[in-house]
């Protein structure tokens, strides 16, 4: 085995560990499940949108979409909106409670972060930081679709 080998084997392992040990993972405290997560961060970032725009976001059939959406809106987390463009479909945008929780989320899993990365050099935050948004570019490259992402206050 070459050493790039043993290098793509090596994180291929640490990212299923990550996956396995995400901060997001489902703990006390957290409110929000990870697709009710995923689906408000996108929204956030970029609202309102149409199932089928979410459904290419998120590389899921509509019908997967429309079933987690459907659990959304009846927990008041999103709602349905004019399309602003003047087309014919209702689009979907995130409600202010929807709002609220993922933020409690996200400052929730902040702080597990925070936790983790405590005693690390400013250099290696800001190193995983970097190495992160370059891998998650590349993932977005090779799909032809960007993620959207928020401005970083740093």
């Known amino acids: 085995m070459s050493d790039r080998d043993a ?3 090596e994180i291929e392992n640490e990212l299923t ?15 929000l499940d990870r697709s009710a997560y995923l ?10 949108l149409s199932l089928k725009q979410l459904a290419e976001a998120f590389r899921l059939d509509i019908s997967t979409i429309n079933r987690q959406i459907g659990a959304l809106l009846r ?15 209702r689009k979907i945008e995130a409600t202010a409670l929807g709002l609220e929780q993922l933020h409690a989320d ?18 290696d935050l800001g190193e995983l930081c970097r ?11 090779l799909e032809g679709s960007a993620w959207p992402r928020a401005r970083r206050t740093r």
């Open 39 to 48: 689906l408000l961060g996108r929204l956030e970032l970029e609202h309102p």
């Open 75 to 89: 927990l008041g987390l999103v709602e349905r909106v004019l399309d602003p463009d003047g087309g014919i479909a």
């Open 7 to 9: 290098a793509t084997t």
């Open 131 to 141: 190495l992160l948004t370059m891998f998650n570019g590349g993932i977005e490259g």
């Open 17 to 31: 560990l990550l996956s396995r040990y995400h901060v997001h993972a489902k703990r006390a405290g957290f409110q």
């Open 106 to 123: 996200r400052t929730l899993g902040r702080v597990g972060v925070e936790r983790v990365v405590a005693e690390w050099s400013d250099h």
